[in-house]
């Protein structure tokens, strides 16, 4: 049993486009993220989700709408796309100081 | 302001040395966390180990090793006798203690260990 997916694995997509990335977890956690891997393999939270609720924005662009249905959800939703924006998206759940993380979402903008 | 520092970017070894991998951490929390993870070439991280502030205890997991000093805001990674498998980025990290829980990253360093 996966404790943290994502869909889809590989996304590759034109400049302009709108996407979205879904990230489910059954852990029953109440805290999800969203972390960007750049190409250089720094890894950075963009958004933390704490029961449907957004406590973390790291300053990220507002193309960049994280959605929480339910608390087991968290999607990615990203308009406009930009050659920058490519990257592996990692989606992640935590209770008690302890993460994991999904496969990660490698997003190509061509 | 929180940040952890891999000053080395890249280590080679052969197979069955010992390498050791450094990572130092900023914090003005009395309370946090570190971690260590792998990221192998498959790209998926892998979850090595969480410590708290308050242990400072050594720890051994089979050929892995963890020397956490807070004197020096230290907490170093040694492999013993490295393996080819133990090729992968590991990435040290920082969480202070909250219901933020995120994690800062430092950098990455490569481990590249050959045969």
């Known amino acids: 049993d996966t404790a943290v997916s994502q869909t889809p694995k590989y996304l590759v997509t034109q400049m302009g486009n709108d996407k979205s990335i879904k990230c489910e977890q059954n852990?029953?956690?109440?805290?999800m993220y969203w972390y960007k891997q750049d190409s250089k393999k720094f890894l950075k939270i963009m958004f933390s989700y704490n029961n449907k609720e957004l406590i973390i924005n790291e300053t990220v662009p507002n193309r960049f709408s994280p959605k929480s249905p339910d608390k087991a959800h968290l999607n990615l939703h990203i308009n406009s796309l930009e050659l920058g924006d490519s990257a592996v998206y990692f989606c992640?759940?935590?209770?008690?100081?302890?993460?994991?993380f999904g496969p990660g979402t490698r997003l190509t903008v061509l | 302001a929180q940040k952890v520092t891999q000053a080395q970017t890249e280590i080679s070894v052969v197979e069955k040395e010992d390498v050791t991998l450094d990572c130092v951490y900023e914090t003005r929390d009395t309370t946090y966390y570190l971690f260590w993870y792998k990221q192998p070439p498959s790209g998926e991280l892998v979850f090595l180990i969480r410590r708290n502030s308050f242990d400072e205890q050594n720890e051994i997991s089979g050929r892995y090793s963890w020397n956490f000093q807070k004197s020096t805001s230290s907490f170093n990674f040694t492999i013993t006798a490295s393996q080819v498998v133990d090729s992968a980025v590991y990435f040290c990290?920082?969480?202070?203690?909250?219901?933020?829980?995120?994690?800062?990253f430092g950098t990455g360093t490569r481990l590249q260990v050959f045969p």
């Open positions: 992640a759940s935590s209770h008690l100081n302890e993460q994991f």
């Open positions: 990290a920082l969480s202070e203690f909250g219901n933020t829980d995120k994690l800062i």
């Open positions: 852990l029953g956690h109440d805290t």
